[in-house]
């Protein structure tokens, strides 16, 4: 029969090493989770650092978006007068074959029809009509109509073939429209997240700063909160368009948006141009080729400004080194220095 042996108790001996390594093991579980410490949350400053960069990763891709939608909008203004012009050239075809069907019944009552004019009336004329001895056999009449027939098939054809053309065009600029919404709408929303990890009381002191630097740049302009038409110094259609953007002072700023309540950056200088009577170009990347480039120190009240080095940005000058602008979400349209960014060059809109 096998032997059952109790097992002997842990000595004091075993016992103090056991209990040793125990308090080795949670001493070294310590040590480890002091060495890898949770990362900091970002202070205000730093989500704010942040932030401005995603607005302007976001703002490239409005202008973008701006392009191909004043792209997407001309290509559907074009293909709907191209289907115009088939429609009625179709229209006009079936005049003329008619005309010439009623020639050919008359014929036909008086001598019986031509097999060539019965051929035209029944396909494409073409064929028949690049054969000279084909037309010496039809009567004058007959030759113009079956010649405006072909003339005008060729226009319909060529018109088609265009119009399909640009319906590819325009389902690239489509697609090229739908990425950069996205893309812009990523970058605000990631910007929204950065903001959302601040106390309500961080969000409101940003909001605070934003507000109090356009009202000292307002100040160093010559206008304010509310300014009327007027208030700020220019002279000509360039002040006049000045005066009209700070009559929007305060509204906020949007992807896309050309008024009445929200804008983006070339939005608002379209917009305020064409209260002035000037018609300008949609986008930041066209805007620059509306009348002529000039220095910081040429600049003039109402003469565009631009900045960044892709000139994805653009605003008005407001005198005294500010620019009047529809900035970004977070501050919206207002005056603000244009130190805080980096200045390329004036356009003086003739």
């Given at each position: ?282 986008t930041t990347y ?34 005294n080194g500010q ?12 005056y603000e220095a ?13």
């Amino acid at each position: 029969m096998a032997s059952h042996r109790r097992p002997k108790p842990p000595t004091r001996t075993r016992v103090s090493v056991l209990t040793a390594l125990a308090t080795a093991a949670v001493a070294l579980s310590s040590q480890s989770a002091m060495a890898a410490p949770a990362p900091d949350k970002p202070n205000k400053d730093e989500v704010k650092t942040k932030v401005d960069a995603l607005y302007e990763e976001s703002e490239q891709a409005t202008e973008k978006f701006n392009g191909a939608k004043e792209q997407q909008d001309k290509l559907e203004k074009e293909i709907a007068q191209l289907q115009d012009q088939v429609a009625r050239g179709q229209d006009e075809v079936n005049s003329l074959r008619n005309a010439l069907g009623s020639m050919a019944t008359a014929q036909y009552r008086g001598e019986g029809i031509d097999p060539t004019v019965a051929l035209l009336l029944s396909g494409d004329p073409d064929t028949y009509l690049d054969k000279a001895s084909t037309l010496q056999q039809l009567s004058g009449k007959q030759v113009e109509q079956i010649t405006a027939i072909q003339a005008k098939q060729r226009s319909l054809a060529q018109k088609r073939q265009e119009a399909t053309g640009k319906l590819a065009d325009l389902a690239a600029v489509r697609k090229e429209l739908a990425e950069q919404k996205a893309a812009s709408q990523s970058k605000l929303s990631d910007a929204q997240a950065l903001l959302n990890s601040l106390t309500a009381e961080e969000r409101s002191e940003l909001k605070s700063d934003a507000a109090k630097d356009g009202a000292a740049s307002a100040k160093a302009a010559g206008g304010g909160t509310g300014a009327k038409p007027g208030a700020a110094k220019g002279s000509g259609r360039a002040g006049a368009a000045l005066a009209a953007a700070i009559t929007q002072e305060g509204d906020a700023y949007h992807m896309g948006d050309t008024g009445p309540n929200s804008w983006d950056c070339s939005g608002l200088t379209q917009w305020a141009y064409g209260q002035a009577g000037v018609s300008i170009s949609r986008t930041t990347y066209t805007q620059v080729n509306d009348g002529t480039r000039i220095g910081r120190s040429e600049l003039q009240p109402g003469d565009l400004v631009f900045f960044y080095s892709d000139l994805h940005h653009v605003g008005l000058y407001a005198g005294n080194g500010q620019v009047f602008h529809a900035s970004n979400p977070t501050g919206g349209v207002r005056y603000e220095a244009m130190s805080n960014m980096p200045f390329q060059f004036g356009v003086r809109v003739g």
